[in-house]
């Protein structure tokens, strides 16, 4: 490649913050795409899709090769996500199932599940490196290359407007979307820094503990196993908790050892038979993968786990669902001793309003 900028590049990055940042008039806001993080480089029939750990996708989606030489300028670098929709909403898990090894299954799963590219900034046009550029004319050069409604490379809505950028976020999380992104207008490109602003959803939740995995340091804990009751009874893993300070894991380690028990007589014993096998839980391997103790990511992480009696209840703070499980890691805080187990079901979830992922993507 010849273009100005060269991958690989580390992505610029964005820092939690509570609540949007007040508007002073130099702020911009975007929905918060649930995908996978890439920077498109296209120089003439030559593309790259690059990840944000700087490793490539392209082989992984060959859909997306094809439709940046359809629908991208000869000569550019685009930033953005890759989604995959179901209907009219994300669905991130499908989307994990892209990355598989082998190339008869990628050239599969692109036919079957093709996945799109959500742009909403430009890093470089023919010979220009725009890196230097404030943002605000970033954004102008990249709705230029955007003359329809588009294909599978897509233009991200945009705001000036607080009050509109906050009716998005309580509406559109139900097309997939967690949160927003807030972007000064005068923000030159920098890679790998958190100088963007994200404001994601946060919701509580009480749930089941029903196991843990040891840190690999050693014999403390380092992520609590979180489950909920269906409507049939069934306990479902739904998640782990694994944010605490290592004196904090090893004091988690006294207070499960009495909820210690067998596997045999665990609701998850039988995860590591086939799904039909399990009763159809939802299971700690995974919620596609229940019949696995291997990480589709590290075929050397094993996600077996201890197993505990699912009689203690946590309050954890979650931003949002994929499917039947918490979409991100959740935050403990604080034991329920004054809540059931059978009473931690999925009725007590928030469900958001949906909206058409088109409605979104119109402007």
Same mark, same amino acid.
């Given at each position: 490649?010849?273009?100005?900028?060269?991958?690989?590049?580390?992505?610029?990055?964005?820092?939690?913050?509570?609540?949007?940042?007040?508007?002073?008039?130099?702020?911009?806001?975007?929905?918060?795409?649930?995908?996978?993080?890439? #920077?498109?480089?296209? &120089?003439?029939?030559?593309?790259?899709?690059?990840?944000?750990?700087?490793?490539?996708?392209?082989?992984?989606?060959?859909?997306?090769?094809?439709?940046?030489?359809?629908?991208?300028?000869? *000569?550019?670098?685009?930033?953005?996500?890759?989604?995959?929709?179901?209907?009219?909403?994300?669905?991130?898990?499908?989307?994990?199932?892209?990355?598989?090894?082998?190339?008869?299954?990628?050239?599969?799963?692109?036919?079957?599940?093709?996945?799109?590219?959500?742009?909403?900034?430009?890093?470089?046009?023919? &010979?220009?490196?725009?890196?230097?550029?404030?943002? @605000?004319?970033?954004?102008?050069?990249?709705?230029?290359?955007?003359?329809?409604?588009?294909?599978?490379? @897509?233009?991200?809505?945009?705001?000036?407007?607080? &009050?509109?950028?906050? *009716?998005?976020?309580?509406? =559109?999380?139900?097309?997939?979307?967690?949160?927003?992104?807030?972007?000064?207008?005068?923000? $030159?490109?920098?890679?790998? *820094?958190?100088?963007?602003?994200?404001?994601?959803?946060?919701?509580?939740?009480?749930?089941?503990?029903?196991?843990? @995995?040891?840190?690999?340091?050693?014999? #403390?804990?380092? +992520?609590?196993?979180?489950?909920?009751? &269906?409507?049939?009874?069934?306990?479902?893993?739904?998640?782990?908790?694994?944010?605490?300070?290592?004196?904090?894991?090893?004091?988690?380690?006294?207070?499960?050892?009495?909820?210690?028990?067998?596997?045999?007589?665990?609701?998850?014993?039988?995860?590591?038979?086939?799904?039909?096998?399990?009763?159809?839980?939802?299971?700690?391997?995974?919620? *596609?993968?229940?019949? +696995?103790?291997? +990480?589709?990511?590290?075929?050397?992480?094993?996600?077996?786990?201890? $197993?505990?009696?699912?009689?203690?209840?946590?309050?954890?703070?979650?931003?949002?669902?994929?499917?039947?499980?918490?979409?991100?890691?959740?935050? =403990?805080?604080?034991?329920? $001793?004054?809540?059931?187990?059978?009473?931690?079901?999925?009725?007590?979830?928030? @469900?958001?309003?949906?909206?058409?992922?088109?409605?979104?993507?119109?402007?």
């Amino acid at each position: 490649m010849t273009l100005p900028i060269e991958p690989p590049v580390a992505p610029m990055l964005a820092k939690a913050v509570k609540g949007l940042p007040a508007q002073d008039g130099t702020l911009l806001y975007e929905p918060k795409w649930d995908g996978f993080r890439c #920077i498109i480089f296209r &120089d003439g029939d030559e593309v790259y899709l690059g990840s944000r750990n700087e490793r490539p996708f392209t082989r992984y989606f060959p859909e997306l090769v094809e439709a940046a030489r359809r629908e991208l300028p000869d *000569r550019v670098v685009v930033d953005g996500e890759i989604v995959l929709r179901r209907g009219q909403v994300l669905d991130f898990d499908a989307l994990q199932q892209r990355i598989h090894p082998a190339a008869s299954r990628v050239k599969l799963l692109a036919e079957q599940t093709p996945a799109s590219f959500i742009a909403f900034d430009l890093l470089a046009l023919g &010979d220009d490196n725009l890196m230097e550029t404030p943002f @605000r004319r970033r954004r102008e050069l990249l709705t230029g290359l955007f003359g329809g409604s588009g294909g599978s490379v @897509r233009l991200t809505p945009i705001t000036d407007d607080a &009050d509109l950028a906050g *009716r998005w976020f309580e509406t =559109f999380e139900g097309a997939g979307l967690d949160g927003i992104v807030v972007k000064p207008g005068d923000l $030159p490109y920098e890679p790998d *820094r958190r100088t963007m602003f994200k404001v994601k959803h946060e919701r509580t939740a009480d749930v089941v503990v029903a196991g843990y @995995r040891e840190h690999k340091k050693g014999p #403390i804990v380092g +992520s609590l196993l979180l489950g909920l009751y &269906d409507d049939a009874g069934r306990l479902h893993h739904v998640g782990v908790a694994a944010s605490f300070p290592m004196t904090r894991r090893a004091e988690l380690i006294e207070e499960v050892k009495p909820y210690l028990t067998d596997l045999a007589t665990h609701p998850w014993g039988a995860w590591m038979a086939p799904a039909a096998e399990a009763g159809g839980e939802q299971a700690p391997g995974g919620p *596609r993968r229940p019949g +696995s103790n291997v +990480s589709r990511w590290n075929a050397k992480k094993d996600l077996s786990f201890i $197993p505990l009696r699912p009689e203690l209840v946590m309050e954890v703070a979650y931003d949002h669902m994929e499917g039947e499980r918490f979409r991100h890691t959740a935050q =403990f805080r604080r034991w329920r $001793p004054d809540r059931t187990p059978e009473s931690c079901t999925y009725e007590q979830l928030e @469900r958001p309003v949906s909206y058409d992922l088109d409605d979104i993507l119109a402007g």
